[in-house]
């Protein structure tokens, strides 16, 4: 498959012409509607023969809520080695505490697909914040500790989860040694049962990286724990933040040469956003929020507002600015520009795949250039 930037003048027969593909066929894969309007800087993917070149196999795993819609779901589900249902909490006690809505038809459908299931464990409070205390009490409390390892897999059980997904984020850095003590605990019981265990990783650059995000993830002693890890290379550009790329390769590339220093390039997966943000101007900082977005909104919101696309060459991410009802905004995203130089770094590096946070919204071309450069591992 081929990748085609849209130019002044171009049309989707005109393009479409260019490469022998037809038009129908283009439009559907790039999510684009009738009458088939376009952005001048729009990424476009361009469907092409079967390559029979060799492709190197990766594990795909995709974050999703019990609430995504059924039809996002099953089209997703054939790109994917794993799905992560967000999210399973706890109480001090370490009772869990499942979501909101029920995830079964979820589990049942990857399951019909060749997905295996994931159950992801976070410790929110009651306001759906990341809460320590809760992770200190989990981790020094080892009867709470044990009574959640035992719910986790009586539930797993009952519901046909194949493996774990640990999300904790904002440990006190006191928690550090507890925390991947626990993380290796419940992989010592989850083994003998048949489930993996995985964990997310704050995206650190150095071993002593400050921070409350990063002090409390140790990525040797995790690394060792964990079965695998996941990378949460995102969110540079975040809702609270200044306009910027989400996930900058730049910088995306600093935290994997780290991990790899401390990491076996086979356990980690890649972190990949699966989104963008619409931030208003000028930012002020505490007051600015930014509007999150799907990669196909912010184009279709480019071609409403007659914007030009850009690609930022150091970021490697595509972003422009329009006017609305006398307000400027910037808008940042991913394409398969971006999605491409996310792909070669897994490559680079030899790592084990990647995690999509999060598949709520469909992405087409991006799993379809997936399917284009690597070999999906699936459920035998």
């Known amino acids: 498959m081929q990748i085609y930037v849209v130019r002044e003048g171009d049309n989707i027969d005109k393009i479409a012409a260019a490469f022998g593909a037809g038009a129908e066929e283009i439009a559907y894969d790039n999510q684009i509607s009738a009458p088939y309007p376009l952005a001048v800087g729009q990424a476009l993917l361009i469907p092409g023969a079967d390559s029979a070149r060799q492709r190197r196999e990766v594990r795909v795993n995709g974050y999703a809520y019990p609430y995504i819609q059924g039809q996002v779901l099953f089209e997703t589900l054939s790109y994917l080695t794993n799905l992560s249902v967000f ?36 410790p929110f409070d009651q306001t759906g ?32 989860f194949a493996g774990i997904d640990l999300d904790f984020e904002y440990i006190l850095p006191q928690d550090r040694v507890a925390y991947a003590d626990f993380v290796a605990n419940v992989r010592a019981q989850a083994a003998p049962k048949g489930y993996f265990v995985s964990v997310a990783l704050a995206p650190k650059t150095s ?30 550009g975040y809702t609270y933040g200044p306009p910027m790329a989400v996930a900058p390769i730049n910088k995306v590339r600093e935290v994997v040469e780290y991990a790899v220093t401390e990491i076996p390039v086979e356990k980690i997966d890649l972190g990949v956003p699966n989104y963008g943000y619409d931030w208003t101007l000028p930012f002020v ?16 919101i480019a071609i409403e507002n007659d914007a030009r696309i850009l690609f930022d060459q150091t970021a490697m991410s595509p972003f422009f600015r329009y006017e609305r009802d006398g307000v400027q905004h910037e808008v940042w995203f991913e394409d398969v520009r971006s999605m491409r130089e996310k792909f070669h770094l897994i490559t680079e590096y030899g790592l084990r795949g990647m995690g999509y946070w999060q598949i709520m ?6 799993w379809l250039l997936l399917e284009d450069t690597f070999d999906i591992t699936k459920i035998p």
């Open 361 to 366: 919204k469909l992405f087409r071309a991006n």
């Open 129 to 160: 914040m990341f809460n320590n205390y809760l992770i200190s009490e989990i981790t020094h409390n080892m009867t709470a500790q044990q009574n959640l390892i035992d719910q986790m897999f009586l539930v797993m059980e009952e519901k046909g």
């Open 87 to 122: 999210s399973y909490g706890f109480t001090t006690s370490g009772n869990l505490v499942p979501p909101q809505a029920d995830d079964s038809w979820m589990i049942g459908e990857a399951w019909s697909q060749g997905t295996a299931p994931v159950l992801v464990l976070t």
């Open 285 to 300: 900082q505490g007051a600015s929020r930014a509007r999150l977005i799907s990669n196909v909104e912010a184009v279709r």
């Open 207 to 236: 071993a002593d990286q400050k921070g409350l995000l990063y002090e409390g993830k140790d990525y040797k002693l995790l690394g060792a724990a964990a079965d695998s890890v996941l990378l949460m290379t995102y969110e540079w």
